[in-house]
Every structure is written in C-alpha cells, then in structure tokens.
C-alpha cells in the first residue's frame, strides 16, 4: 500500500522564492515556476499575491519582469 505524500505549502513556497531570487535561473525557468506555485497556492486557497524580488529603479527596461517574484502565503 502506497504512503500518502504530503508536503507542507511554506516550505514549496520558501523553496520557489529561493529558486526565482537566483539571477543564474533563466526567465523560463522562473515563468515555469510561477505558474506552478501560483496553481498549488489558488488550489488550496493560500495565495496571499507576489511581490517583485529585484529594484524598479535599478533596470527600468527590463524583460520579463513579471517572473522575479517572490510569493506570500496565506496558511
């Protein structure tokens, strides 16, 4: 018979944050990542909205702005 896996949502969230802070992570890698923890958190009714991880000021022009993020969790 098959253990049932769980996973706590902080410690996905904590993890994901850490991985879209990165600047070695490409913008794919981190649109991927969003998108997988914005699901996991709407599904379970814990998404508390994002905040951008890098300064507005310090690149103006940059692409892909929208996946540097850094998510809150409501739990």
Not at 16 to 33: G, H, M, P, R, S
């Amino acid at each position: 018979m098959y253990k049932r896996k769980v996973i706590k949502i902080q410690e996905l969230v904590d993890h994901v944050n850490e991985k879209l802070a990165l600047k070695t992570i490409d913008q794919l890698t981190k649109q991927t990542l969003s998108m997988l923890l914005e699901t996991f958190l709407h599904e379970t009714g814990n998404y508390a909205g994002y905040n951008h991880n890098f300064n507005w000021t310090e690149d103006p022009d940059r692409v892909n702005k929208d996946y540097d993020r850094h998510y809150y969790y409501k739990g």
